[in-house]
């Protein structure tokens, strides 16, 4: 129970951290946020007795179904070039984050079931990962889907499905966005070299993981053109040198590099960010909050954010190791979404890695993935009972 506290609070701390900068941001944003925090409080808070572990165990699965749903009606009536969200009135509501849950709900029990042979349970997950990431993807939303993906490997590999499959799994992706660019499918090729080498599995394995990979990035110029949108690859590219395309796709990057470095160690002080101040730095609420944070509250300020998520992920890693079954696989694939939001979110703000869209958990602007969050508390804590 004790555990269960200091998930609680450090998930608290990083919300209080994200209301207090949106308030420096603009206040609009923060009652904003302010009202939803409430708001989704509360009524998790009357769902909680309503919820046991059985539930959470045989029906929650069906959240993954009422996800695909959404998902179909979001391209439907959607309008413009990117069609994510349905508009409920007082909010915004995006399908995709309730489709993370749902596939890792439906995932826990396919991968779980140990009655039924390692193929037919791997061909299964698969089958049930591609449809909600082939849906994310023509919404368009790159980052959401590439989610869905690393949820899948992680809880593969936790079910005790051949690391080779996995593997394949997660490098497919990495290998088609890394082709986009000679520099990044040659350090990809060689840190693959490197890991067959001292790896001890059998040479078939490793000449399949070569020749698939191959094919792989053989094909991306297809999918570069056919299926990515422009504003998509420009966005995958632009990271690499953002001062190089600063005025066009790497302009948000740029102006995260400066908001960070600007900042020093103990920043410009609360609301005196310049940056985000002069709308030089845009997104500042949502993609790039942690670059505004760095900024107005400096090295000092990041390393706190950084021990709370830390702190945060070590508590669920340490609930994967005491818990077996669906269970352990579901608090998995919560760690794995949480995870990948972190890294990715933070590397792309300091440009290590593409701007895809994917919220900082607990403190970017937004109520769909918010939601998402905390009910993703309350099924933990619900699966101890």
């Not at 992706?173 to 990044?184: E, Y």
């Not at 607990?362 to 933990?380: P, Q, R, V």
């Amino acid at each position: 129970m004790r555990r269960n506290n200091l998930l609680i609070i450090t998930a608290l701390i990083l919300i209080a951290i994200g209301l207090t900068e949106l308030y420096f941001i603009g206040k609009s944003y923060f009652f904003s946020q302010l009202s939803k925090v409430l708001i989704f409080v509360a009524f998790l808070g009357v769902l909680s007795p309503f919820m046991k572990k059985e539930h959470i165990l045989n029906y929650g699965p069906f959240l993954y179904h009422i996800s695909l749903v959404l998902l179909v009606i979001v391209l439907i009536v959607g309008k413009g070039k990117v069609n994510r969200w349905i508009n409920l009135g007082f909010m915004q509501l995006q399908p995709s984050e309730i489709a993370k849950l749902g596939l890792i709900l439906i995932l826990s029990k396919i991968l779980s079931d140990n009655k039924k042979p390692t193929k037919s349970r791997l061909i299964k997950a698969s089958f049930y990962t591609l449809i909600p990431f082939i849906l994310v993807l023509l919404q368009p939303d790159l980052g959401t889907a590439l989610t869905f993906l690393f949820i899948a490997f992680l809880m593969s590999w936790l079910s005790g499905i051949d690391p080779f499959i996995t593997r394949l799994i997660i490098l497919t992706p990495i290998t088609m966005i890394a082709s986009a660019h000679l520099v990044s499918t040659l350090i990809l090729y060689l840190l693959l070299l490197v890991f067959l080498l001292i790896s001890k599995e059998a040479i078939y394995k490793k000449v399949l993981t070569i020749g698939f990979l191959t094919i792989v990035s053989l094909s991306t110029p297809f999918v570069w053109q056919k299926v990515l949108k422009p504003y998509q690859r420009d966005r995958l590219t632009a990271f690499l040198n953002p001062e190089k395309s600063k005025s066009k796709e790497g302009w948000q990057i740029y102006q995260a590099k400066i908001a960070i470095g600007s900042g020093g160690i103990f920043g410009k002080g609360p609301g005196r960010g310049t940056q985000k101040g002069l709308a030089f730095l845009p997104a500042a609420h949502t993609d790039f909050i942690f670059s505004s944070m760095g900024e107005e509250f400096g090295l000092i300020g990041l390393i706190i954010i950084l021990t709370a998520f830390m702190a945060f992920l070590s508590f669920l890693l340490r609930k994967i190791e005491l818990e077996e079954g669906q269970e352990k696989l579901i608090i998995a694939g919560i760690f794995a979404c949480f995870f990948f939001h972190f890294t990715v979110n933070i590397l792309s703000n300091l440009s290590l890695l593409p701007v895809v869209g994917i919220p900082l958990p607990f403190i970017t602007y937004g109520g769909s993935h918010l939601l998402i969050e905390l009910t993703a508390i309350l099924i933990i804590l619900k699966l101890e009972d």
